[in-house]
């Protein structure tokens, strides 16, 4: 069983930072690109950044210059650094991760449960 479990959410001023991690567990998967989506109430899911196995990164024009996507491959850890948080940045924001588990042909996506940011004004 493959799971992704994000931390790091919560309550912040505008102009304030919040670092998102999210791992993932299991056993016998190896995993190829991760990301970060957020979903705001009363908007689409947003796609906030990518990150391929070997560190090609891509943003939405919206967080582009204040988030950074990285990863821990050995950690099976994904993070966003997020500074210069705006009001419109709050949303649930998902990680995600193409996992390819072994004695299967194809990778598959799999998401995590979300965690809520918050950003005052």
């Known amino acids: 069983q493959v799971q992704l479990v994000e931390s790091g959410g919560g309550l912040v001023q505008a102009g304030g930072s919040l670092r998102l991690s999210c791992a993932a567990s299991g056993s016998d998967f190896s995993i190829n690109s991760m990301g970060w989506y957020r979903h705001a109430p009363g908007k689409e899911r947003e796609l906030v950044a990518t990150?391929?196995?070997?560190?090609?990164?891509n943003y939405a024009d919206s967080v582009k210059g204040r988030f950074t996507i990285s990863r821990d491959n050995a950690k099976k850890t994904v993070y966003l650094q997020m500074n210069t948080l705006k009001p419109e940045d709050t949303a649930v924001y998902y990680c995600?991760?193409?996992?390819?588990?072994?004695?299967?042909?194809?990778?598959?996506?799999?998401w995590g449960q979300g965690t809520q940011v918050t950003v005052s004004s």
């Open positions: 995600t991760a193409d996992i390819k588990r072994l004695g299967t042909i194809w990778a598959r996506n799999y």
């Open positions: 990150i391929s196995k070997g560190g090609s990164t």
